[in-house]
């Protein structure tokens, strides 16, 4: 079994739905603490003029420290309505326009809680149906084990992986620095890394940007190119640590 780890992000880059494509079972990783100037409650879309600008999806303060498991939702409806807004002027340009609508107001009408983690994850089924990736996910705060002899970032996935029985561990490239190859190897555990995302697309008027949320590319890639590109990927071997 190959296993992807990634703290759970509101429609991610297109990077994002590449590892989940290409691992067999996902743990989001929602036990660490909320920090809301990060990928946990917010990302990029084009500007209507230039460049691009964040959506955020709106939380209710908490104590620092909070885990992201216990964050919750100001309302709902109104962050429904804030990106909505935000995503109307790809309406003139836009091929896929109404389909991403469509995609978020499913979203929105997932989740039975108002926490954060829910909507995220929410948000990534309904774009990974549509990709036809399969996505099961487990929650880290429910998997009913308790991981308490970390000693640096790279071994709380590994410590994951070793108590779910992984053979292999997938990771993005951009986290390749926190790991030790020898504590994987000494575990049998595989430690791979995907490669860098170089998918690019027509968006004109506007100018391209690099790894927006995946609201931008499903604006102007169809979910069958998308799929397409992924399953690509899939069949390429991911690079070992060793390679």
């Known amino acids: 079994m190959k296993l992807g780890i990634m703290q759970p992000y509101p429609f991610p880059y297109i990077g994002y739905f590449e590892l989940m494509a290409q691992v067999d079972q996902w743990v989001a990783f929602d036990i660490v603490q909320y920090n809301r100037r990060s990928w946990m409650n917010r990302n990029r879309i084009l500007h209507p003029t230039c460049g691009w600008q964040y959506f955020c ?39 896929h326009f109404h389909g991403v609508i469509d995609l978020v107001r499913d979203t929105f009408s997932r989740p039975d809680t108002d926490t954060l983690v829910g909507l995220n994850l929410a948000s990534l089924a309904a774009v990974a149906e549509r990709l036809g990736i399969s996505f099961a996910p487990q929650r880290c705060s429910q998997l009913g084990f308790t991981i308490d002899d970390v000693e640096h970032a790279g071994q709380w996935a590994l ?24 504590e994987w190897a000494a575990k049998e555990i595989a430690l791979e890394f995907t490669e860098m995302n170089d998918l690019r697309y027509d968006c004109s008027p506007y100018a391209f940007e690099p790894d927006l949320s995946i609201l931008d590319v499903l604006m102007w890639c169809s979910p069958n190119d998308i799929g397409t590109y992924l399953r690509h990927l899939r069949s390429e071997a991911p690079r070992h640590e060793s390679d």
């Open 57 to 95: 999806i709106p939380v209710q303060k908490m104590p620092h420290g909070t885990a992201l498991s216990a964050i919750r939702l100001v309302a709902r409806g109104e962050a429904e309505r804030r990106l909505l807004a935000q995503l109307q002027h790809y309406r003139r340009h836009a091929p």
């Open 159 to 182: 410590r994951i992986a070793a108590r779910l029985g992984a053979k292999a561990y997938l990771n993005p490239p951009g986290g390749r620095d926190i790991f030790h190859p020898e």
